[in-house]
Antibody, heavy 121, light 105 residues
Framework: QLQLQESGPGQVKPSETLSLTCSVS??????????WAWIRQPPGKGLEWIGT???????YYTPSLENRLSISMDTSNNQISLKLNSVTATDTAMYFC?????????????WGQGTLVTVSS | DIQMTQSPSSLSASVGDTVTITCRAS??????LGWYQQKPGKAPERLIF???TLQTGVPSRFSGTGSGTEFTLTITGLQPEDFATYYC?????????FGQGTKLE
């Protein structure tokens, strides 16, 4: 059974780097059948797509974070990673990891439970 | 970037009612649209993909229509478990964009 489990530090200081991991179980990420994305949600607000990574490493990032964001795949550990540099309070949010099928229309079909990140000194 | 304008932002309804939520895209996106339901404290779940195809296991009281720039999600005969927040998502191009959300209460 597929499970996506996000993990991270919980709290990060302003100007530091946020590192999150999405541990995938129940399927291998080392397949072109899927692609993976991170979506975040500030407290009390809506959903924001922040980036996607395809098998083979192609990435797309939201323009507002493009110069601070990096998403990568670790196939040996079956994990998707996110790194966000120079964080500020506006990066405080629940961060979700998602899986999509490489089939038309099947975007963000499976979600992790999310991990809350607070940016505070 | 494609902007998704979702309305209304909130909607008051009762069990048994029929409600409609609308999303308008700033440019044509064919049928590259999904609808997601989010309950408090939970991750979103996809209800509909390709504008009108029901996700397996989603009750038939949910339906989606539209193509191009105008899309609707209709819930016919609201059930207590349907009171949640709903989002549309365009996946026609990058960056992906969500609607602002509709809170059904």
């Amino acid at each position: 059974q597929l499970q996506l489990q996000e993990s991270g530090p919980g709290q990060v200081k302003p100007s530091e780097t946020l590192s999150l991991t999405c541990s995938v179980s129940g399927t291998s990420i080392d397949t072109s059948a899927y692609y993976w994305a991170w979506i975040r949600q500030p407290p009390g607000k809506g959903l924001e797509w922040i980036g996607t990574i395809y098998h083979g490493g192609t990435t797309y990032y939201t323009p507002s974070l493009e110069n601070r964001l990096s998403i990568s795949m670790d196939t040996s550990n079956n994990q998707i990673s996110l790194k966000l540099n120079s964080v500020t309070a506006t990066d405080t949010a629940m961060y979700f990891c998602t899986r999509s099928l490489m089939v038309a229309g099947r975007e963000f079909g499976r979600w992790g439970q999310g991990t809350l990140v607070t940016v505070s000194s | 970037d494609i902007q998704m304008t979702q309305s209304p932002s909130s909607l008051s309804a009762s069990v048994g009612d029929t409600v409609t939520i609308t999303c308008r895209a700033s440019q044509g996106i064919r049928k590259d649209l999904g609808w997601y339901q989010q309950k408090p404290g939970k991750a979103p779940e996809r209800l509909i993909f390709e504008a009108a195809t029901l996700q397996t296991g989603v009750p038939s009281r949910f339906s989606g229509t539209g193509s191009g720039t105008e899309f609707t999600l209709t819930i016919t005969g609201l059930q207590p478990e349907d009171f949640a927040t709903y989002y549309c998502l365009q996946h026609s191009s990058y960056p992906r964009t969500f609607g602002q959300g509709t809170k059904l209460e």
